[in-house]
């Protein structure tokens, strides 16, 4: 028995969150498949201006973690409904402020998670991907 | 029909880094046919406190810990379908790759072996993606 599954672009609501249009970037911003959803790295880029919000490391994971709600709200799911979730630090020294912040966007039943540092593009301090499940029943655009 | 959200315990608890280095993840999620495991590091199975040592010894400690919490999920390692390792340094490459072989004998599920910095002073950490 295979079904066979379709394959949807998920684009934000706000057009000023739309990273890989804005800046003609070959990724999308998030793929449906079935009832999943898989999300690019997401940075701290600020909903009004489009731009980068590169300030305190803890402001740039909460604007980051504001904008993945957005990304998933736009799918009809949302952070409740992260299954998986990596988070690339430019500097793994801001492992601890990190996790108090995260309590704050998560404070039962977390999404599995790793963690770890990297280069990150665009001087970003931290970006953030997830797989998520969708919620049923959402009409599929394409 | 909305595919249901499981948080997955380790029966051990000292697998349990969320409850034992107080971090805010889950060991593992279950969500539809698939379950999603956190990045395990080496943990002490009688104090569950972090391990340090050889990436090779790291490592081990590492998979035997990713084997206990799909276990707890009813999984196991020959049900992974895809595999994350992160190492501290890539000149350590083949000192994981030869610990790991042993816990995959076989169509080994496939993988991503990245160098990065990893928080705790760990030198390994895996993830995993296997099936329920």
Request: net charge neutral; hydrophobic share 40%.
């Amino acid at each position: 028995m295979t079904r066979r599954l379709s394959r949807s672009v998920i684009e934000p609501v706000n057009p000023k969150l739309n990273v890989s249009r804005n800046a003609n970037l070959p990724h999308s911003p998030g793929i449906r498949v079935g009832e999943y959803i898989f999300l690019s790295g997401m940075g701290p880029v600020d909903p009004i201006t489009g731009g980068r919000n590169l300030g305190p490391i803890a402001e740039q994971i909460r604007q980051t973690l504001r904008n993945m709600a957005h990304m998933l709200e736009s799918g009809g799911s949302g952070l409740d409904r992260i299954v998986k979730i990596n988070i690339v630090l430019g500097d793994i020294q801001h492992y601890d402020e990190m996790n108090r912040v995260w309590r704050e966007f998560f404070p039962v039943d977390p999404p599995a998670r790793t963690t770890c540092a990297l280069q990150l593009s665009n001087g970003n301090g931290v970006e953030i991907e997830c797989i998520a499940l969708g919620a049923a029943n959402i009409p599929e655009s394409r | 029909m909305t595919l249901q959200r499981d948080v997955i315990a380790p029966k051990n608890p000292a697998f349990d880094m969320s409850r034992n280095l107080n971090l805010p993840l889950s060991s593992a999620i279950r969500a539809g046919a698939f379950i999603f495991v956190s990045g395990m590091v080496a943990i002490d199975p009688s104090s569950g406190e972090r391990m340090h040592g050889t990436v090779a010894a790291e490592t081990r400690q590492a998979l035997i810990a990713l084997a206990q919490v799909l276990e707890a999920a009813g999984s196991s390692l020959t049900k992974a379908v895809k595999i994350n390792v992160l190492i501290y340094s890539m000149l350590e490459y083949n000192n994981m790759n030869e610990v790991y072989r042993e816990f995959f004998p076989d169509e080994p599920p496939s993988r991503t072996v990245c160098g990065a910095r990893l928080s705790g002073g760990s030198k390994v950490e895996i993830e995993c993606i296997a099936l329920a």
